[in-house]
């Protein structure tokens, strides 16, 4: 390898490794917006088609300018802009595979349980009474727990939000009830039980 490829390569190396760390910044600034529309982060086809252009334009220009600069001749040119194009290429397959790899396949973070019960049934005294919560999303198992004036008779099964028992007094009873996941999300919801 002469002198002057070598020069050229080492150009190549600080060019491409300077244009990747800016346009992934400015690109941070630019697509900001869609950060928080998208938890995994910024799109990886904007980002990666924003990189791929500015290397692409920036580095061929240089090259060729380089080439002139240096009067190489045509032979030498035409080495250097294959070798150029060669190494566009190998970086293009190199950040589209990062970019799609580790931003645009991202995994999308659980929601948060919601308890799907609406409501729950009025009961009768000293009669068996037995009514089963349900929740979805968030990240199972969950776990159920009470608050507020729960029927007297009546227990809540935390494992499964199972509310059984046998009532054992009339009254109105308004309490909450609530379901954590195996991340600690949770979500509460009120009920109003009537005992007749």
């Given at each position: 390898m002469g002198p002057q490829l070598a020069i050229t390569y080492a150009f190549a190396l600080v060019l491409f490794v300077g244009i990747i760390m800016i346009t992934d910044i400015i690109a941070s600034y630019l697509l900001a917006g869609a950060r928080h529309r998208n938890p995994t982060g910024i799109p990886g086809l904007a980002r990666a088609m924003m990189a791929l252009s500015v290397i692409v334009i920036l580095g061929i220009a240089l090259f060729h300018i380089l080439a002139v600069g240096m009067n190489a001749d045509p032979t030498t040119t035409s080495l250097i802009t294959?070798?150029?194009l060669s190494m566009l290429a190998g970086i293009a397959a190199a950040i589209t595979g990062f970019y799609f790899g580790s931003r645009a396949t991202s995994p999308t973070p659980p929601t948060a349980p919601a308890i799907t019960t609406q409501n729950l049934p009025n009961g009768t005294v000293n009669t068996f009474y037995?009514?089963?919560?349900?929740?979805?999303?968030?990240?199972p198992p969950y776990r159920w727990s009470s608050g507020g004036q729960v029927p007297d008779g009546l227990n809540l099964d935390q494992a499964t939000g199972l509310l059984s028992g046998t009532p054992t007094r009339v009254d109105r009873f308004i309490f909450s009830i609530t379901?954590?996941?195996s991340s600690q999300a949770s979500a509460v919801h009120q009920y109003t039980v009537t005992i007749a």
């Open positions: 294959n070798n150029v037995s009514a089963v919560l349900v929740a979805t999303g968030g990240t379901v954590q996941d």
